[in-house]
Nanobody
Framework: QVQLVESGGGLVQAGGSLRLSCAAS????????MGWFRQAPGKNREFVAA???????HYIDSLKGRFTISRDNAKNTVYLQMNSLKPEDTAVYYC?????????????????WGQGTQVTVSS
């Protein structure tokens, strides 16, 4: 049974930083591309970043330079470092795993999802 468990969300002031973690189990982690999506209230779930098993990295253009995705295959964990946070970054952040090594920036790309972690950025 595949499980993705996110942690690290919370409340932060604008300009602050958070690091999200997603611990995976039940899959051969190094063979999966891992990604982060987010969903704000009343909006569709949107792609944030993804990293393949060979560490090819993709970001949504608007977040480049502020967010950094990384993975530790020894720990079966993917991270999202978020800096210079803005109120518009407020959303539930979801970890995703895909056995499609070609990254697609749509929710249908994911085979598995975590339960989500809330990130709230106050102004």
């Amino acid at each position: 049974q595949v499980q993705l468990v996110e942690s690290g969300g919370g409340l932060v002031q604008a300009g602050g930083s958070l690091r999200l973690s997603c611990a995976a189990s039940g899959l051969t982690f190094s063979r999966y591309a891992m990604g982060w999506f987010r969903q704000a209230p009343g909006k569709n779930r949107e792609f944030v970043a993804a990293i393949t098993g060979i560490s090819s990295i993709h970001y949504i253009d608007s977040l480049k330079g502020r967010f950094t995705i990384s993975r530790d295959n020894a720990k079966n964990t993917v991270y999202l470092q978020m800096n210079s946070l803005k109120p518009e970054d407020t959303a539930v952040y979801y970890c995703a795993a895909s056995n499609d090594v070609v990254v697609r920036t749509i929710p249908a790309w994911a085979d598995y999802w975590g339960q989500g972690t809330q990130v709230t950025v106050s102004s």
